[in-house]
């Protein structure tokens, strides 16, 4: 890692005394976190903490008690080593936004533990996330603005509030969403935790890397439970927690980068659940159902309907977790033509992988979008027509009008068309024809050479609907 850097004329701010804090604290997270996912997972029936899973044959209950386990280890290892250090009185401008940060996720767990015993209504959710978001705001972790190259756009506190909301908001949420299979959440976190620690160590943020050590350390100690089969599930306490502190430690991490593309780096790192929910999103819209509606449509239900194992599909979506991580640390380097390469490519693979995934309700929109287009000439020729009509009621010869009729069908694809007089027999023979339109081979719309043919026959139809009257006939 320190090549890559020094081959894109960069260092990373680490001196060795800080190294050795970062190495203890995730030593330690690990350990703390093993030993403290055990005991918890032998508490969580008393706690009521458990949940039955439904695709194994032997439903055992399973505890979901992961994600209190993480923040515990978070909450005990962190400000131990932390005071130990002597660093407690540095830093003091990381010191406030990471503080909110991990105040809002205090709050997630406390929602997530009532939710895992009672289950919420998602409004109820999403009003807690709301309110947390917004104190993180207000206590100075938000979005401010981005440098640009020359100077730096400070936002409006109106639209910094709004962004701020939306994207703790939309974190939380994605890592609920995405955590429905043994490993998936734990594995995206852990890849962009990984991801924020070089990008913060980079950026000489001393205190906010060595939050993201602790939280490595603390994840992993719970993967070590949750890697298929799990015996410990993440729950709603972890998963609301642990996207929420993501979201807030990635916003502070991207605040003090130098580029307007550094500010994307949570958000490619943290790639995999916002795919999943922006999928999640637009399946549920199509089926003209609510966003918030449940379903087994996420990306590793897709991928264990392909008949992937548990672990395999863990071990596919850790990997492309961990590709979004790496791409991540491209956007703080200054060589914008290396960027637009890989994130090329990155795309292109996406997109295949899409395709792999044989989502039915992407499969039935693009074959609508096809059906559209085919019949996108139709709108074409509708409007021609529609206009033609229009002149024609205010035309007062009806030879004239016919004629105009004529020319709005050479701006069509149409090669015939008749105007007939319907006869009191049920038999089209009895019809008479009153006027003909004809393109002449080879002639194409909009461009009809030789001239297309018209007959017009008014004075049959006058005669015929004459001869209709004085026998009693029906005319249309």
Same mark, same amino acid.
């Given at each position: 890692?320190?090549?890559?850097?020094?081959?894109?004329?960069?260092?990373?701010?680490?001196?060795?005394?800080? *190294?050795?804090?970062?190495?203890?604290?995730?030593?330690?997270?690990?350990?703390?976190?093993?030993?403290?996912?055990?005991?918890?997972?032998?508490?969580?029936?008393?706690?009521?903490?458990?949940?039955?899973?439904?695709?194994?044959?032997?439903?055992?209950?399973?505890?979901?008690?992961?994600?209190?386990?993480?923040?515990?280890?978070?909450?005990?290892?962190?400000?131990?080593?932390?005071?130990?250090?002597?660093?407690?009185?540095?830093?003091?401008?990381?010191?406030?936004?990471?503080?909110?940060?991990?105040?809002?996720?205090?709050?997630?767990?406390?929602?997530?533990?009532?939710?895992?015993?009672?289950?919420?209504?998602?409004?109820?959710?999403?009003?807690?996330?709301? %309110?947390?978001? @917004?104190?993180?705001?207000? =206590?100075?972790?938000?979005?401010?603005?981005? *440098?640009?190259?020359?100077?730096?756009?400070?936002?409006?506190?109106?639209?910094?509030?709004?962004?701020?909301?939306?994207?703790?908001?939309?974190?939380?949420?994605?890592?609920?969403?995405?955590?429905?299979?043994?490993?998936?959440?734990?594995?995206?976190?852990? #890849? *962009?935790?990984?991801?924020?620690?070089?990008?913060?160590?980079?950026?000489?943020?001393?205190?906010?890397?060595?939050?993201?050590?602790?939280? @490595?350390?603390?994840?992993?100690?719970?993967?070590?439970?949750?890697?298929?089969?799990?015996?410990?599930?993440?729950?709603?306490?972890?998963?609301?927690?642990?996207?929420?502190?993501? !979201?807030?430690?990635?916003?502070? @991490?991207?605040?003090?980068?130098?580029?307007?593309? =550094?500010?994307?780096?949570?958000?490619?790192? %943290?790639?995999?659940?916002?795919?999943?929910?922006? %999928?999640?999103?637009?399946?549920?819209?199509?089926?003209?159902?609510?966003? !918030?509606?449940?379903?087994?449509?996420?990306?590793?239900?897709?991928?264990?309907?392909?008949?992937?194992?548990?672990?395999?599909?863990?071990?596919?979506?850790?990997?492309?977790?961990?590709?979004?991580?790496?791409?991540?640390?491209?956007?703080?380097?200054?060589?914008?033509?290396?960027?637009?390469?890989?994130? #090329?490519?990155?795309?292109?693979?996406?997109?295949?992988?899409?395709?792999?995934?044989?989502?039915?309700?992407?499969?039935?929109?693009?074959?609508?979008?096809?059906?559209?287009?085919?019949?996108?000439?139709?709108?074409?020729?509708?409007?021609?027509?529609?206009?033609?009509?229009?002149?024609?009621?205010?035309?007062?010869?009806?030879?004239? *009008?016919?004629?105009?009729?004529?020319? !709005?069908?050479?701006? @069509?694809?149409?090669?015939?068309?008749?105007?007939?007089?319907?006869?009191?027999?049920?038999?089209?023979?009895?019809?008479?024809?009153?006027?003909?339109?004809?393109?002449?081979?080879?002639?194409?719309?909009?461009?009809?050479?030789?001239?297309?043919?018209?007959?017009?026959?008014?004075?049959?139809?006058?005669?015929?609907?004459?001869?209709?009257?004085?026998?009693?006939?029906?005319?249309?």
């Amino acid at each position: 890692m320190d090549r890559f850097f020094a081959a894109q004329g960069m260092h990373l701010a680490a001196p060795e005394s800080h *190294a050795i804090l970062f190495g203890l604290a995730f030593v330690a997270a690990t350990i703390v976190g093993l030993f403290l996912t055990a005991g918890l997972r032998h508490v969580a029936p008393t706690l009521g903490l458990t949940e039955t899973p439904r695709h194994r044959p032997a439903r055992r209950p399973v505890a979901k008690v992961g994600g209190i386990g993480i923040f515990l280890t978070i909450a005990l290892v962190g400000p131990a080593l932390w005071f130990l250090s002597g660093e407690w009185s540095l830093h003091m401008l990381e010191r406030g936004p990471v503080l909110a940060v991990l105040g809002g996720a205090v709050a997630m767990v406390a929602l997530g533990i009532w939710d895992d015993r009672e289950e919420l209504r998602p409004r109820v959710k999403l009003a807690f996330q709301v %309110l947390a978001a @917004t104190a993180v705001w207000w =206590a100075g972790a938000r979005f401010a603005g981005f *440098a640009v190259p020359g100077g730096h756009v400070e936002l409006f506190a109106p639209t910094s509030l709004l962004v701020t909301v939306f994207w703790f908001v939309a974190l939380t949420n994605a890592f609920n969403l995405v955590d429905g299979a043994d490993g998936v959440a734990g594995g995206a976190a852990l #890849t *962009a935790t990984l991801a924020m620690f070089v990008v913060s160590m980079y950026l000489g943020q001393t205190l906010v890397a060595f939050v993201l050590a602790v939280i @490595t350390g603390a994840v992993i100690g719970f993967l070590f439970y949750n890697f298929p089969p799990a015996t410990v599930y993440l729950g709603d306490a972890g998963s609301l927690s642990l996207g929420f502190l993501l !979201a807030g430690v990635g916003l502070v @991490t991207s605040s003090k980068a130098a580029t307007l593309l =550094a500010v994307a780096i949570p958000v490619v790192s %943290l790639g995999l659940p916002l795919l999943d929910t922006g %999928l999640a999103i637009v399946r549920r819209l199509i089926r003209g159902e609510s966003i !918030a509606a449940r379903d087994l449509g996420h990306i590793h239900h897709r991928l264990t309907k392909l008949g992937h194992s548990p672990r395999k599909v863990a071990l596919l979506l850790f990997g492309v977790s961990a590709l979004l991580a790496l791409a991540s640390l491209l956007l703080i380097t200054p060589d914008l033509r290396l960027i637009g390469i890989a994130y #090329t490519v990155l795309g292109i693979v996406a997109f295949i992988g899409l395709q792999r995934l044989h989502v039915p309700e992407l499969l039935e929109l693009r074959r609508a979008i096809a059906r559209g287009l085919r019949r996108s000439s139709n709108i074409g020729q509708n409007v021609a027509l529609r206009e033609a009509l229009d002149t024609m009621a205010g035309m007062e010869d009806a030879r004239e *009008a016919l004629e105009e009729l004529g020319r !709005a069908f050479e701006r @069509t694809d149409f090669l015939e068309a008749e105007i007939r007089l319907i006869g009191s027999s049920d038999e089209r023979e009895s019809d008479r024809v009153v006027w003909r339109w004809k393109r002449p081979r080879g002639a194409v719309m909009g461009n009809g050479v030789p001239e297309p043919s018209q007959v017009i026959d008014l004075a049959t139809a006058r005669e015929s609907r004459d001869g209709r009257d004085e026998g009693g006939g029906r005319g249309d």
